[in-house]
């Protein structure tokens, strides 16, 4: 079956300007991730969903970042006012169910460049 | 800080030869995950060990995971040019959904 698909591949946007990236998980997925990786931090875990509700957004850097589910299927996630350290490969993952016994299984990912 | 510390940092290596790759983290877990990564974009999953569980097999693959040394391994047999990636552990932390990644090992496999 499908794979978790993410959109845009590519973004490249000029500081200050807002982003929106897009997740569709696998069909059944109740659960859905967003991370980013980038060259100094490595893989970061951003927010989780279970459903439509975010019960863990610990690892959001800042207020600027925001992200919804809806449906409980596609995923949104939103940058205001981009900044140049916000530049990094955005990976969006579901799974079945809890992290405890279910894989997670991986986006290509959206590349953002802020300019 | 990252949960898992991944050892070696970088391993180059013969075609054919077996390439074994080790992770160590530091709080209880309920399961240990290993990604590929190519190029820097999706990340594949490879295979997962549940914290009762010592050793899986995955086709040339093979983990290990020794909860009272928090530590896991991996080991690639009969290694090709196409295993050339880097590779990730991924700690499932027991009381969190998230993922905690190690840095990765860069795997290179030589013709």
């Known amino acids: 079956g499908a794979g978790v698909s993410q959109s845009p591949s590519n973004k490249v946007t000029e500081k200050g300007k807002d982003v929106e990236l897009r997740c569709d998980p696998i069909?059944?997925?109740?659960?859905l991730y967003w991370y980013r990786q980038s060259l100094g931090q490595g893989l970061e875990f951003l927010i989780y969903f279970q459903g439509n509700s975010a019960p863990d957004k610990s690892g959001l850097p800042s207020d600027r970042f925001s992200a919804e589910r809806t449906g409980g299927s596609v995923s949104t996630l939103t940058i205001q006012r981009t900044q140049q350290e916000d530049s990094a490969v955005y990976l969006c993952?579901?799974?079945?169910?809890?992290?405890?016994?279910?894989?997670?299984?991986f986006g290509p990912g959206t590349r953002l460049t802020v300019t | 800080s990252q949960q898992g510390e991944e050892d070696p940092q970088a391993l180059s290596i013969q075609e054919g030869e077996n390439a074994t790759m080790n992770c160590s983290y530091k709080t209880s877990i309920n399961n240990l995950q290993w990604y590929r990564q190519n190029s820097g974009r999706g990340l594949v999953h490879l295979i997962l060990?549940?914290?009762?569980?010592r050793e899986k097999h995955s086709g040339r693959l093979r983990v290990t995971l020794d909860t009272s040394k928090k530590s896991s391994s991996l080991l690639i047999t009969a290694s090709r040019a196409a295993d050339t990636a880097s590779y990730f552990c991924?700690?499932?932390?027991?009381?969190?959904?998230?993922?905690?990644f190690g840095q990765g090992t860069r795997l290179t496999i030589n013709p």
């Open positions: 069909s059944g997925h109740t659960a």
């Open positions: 991924a700690t499932g932390i027991q009381g969190a959904q998230k993922l905690v």
């Open positions: 060990i549940r914290s009762n569980e």
């Open positions: 993952a579901s799974s079945l169910g809890s992290t405890g016994f279910y894989e997670q299984y």
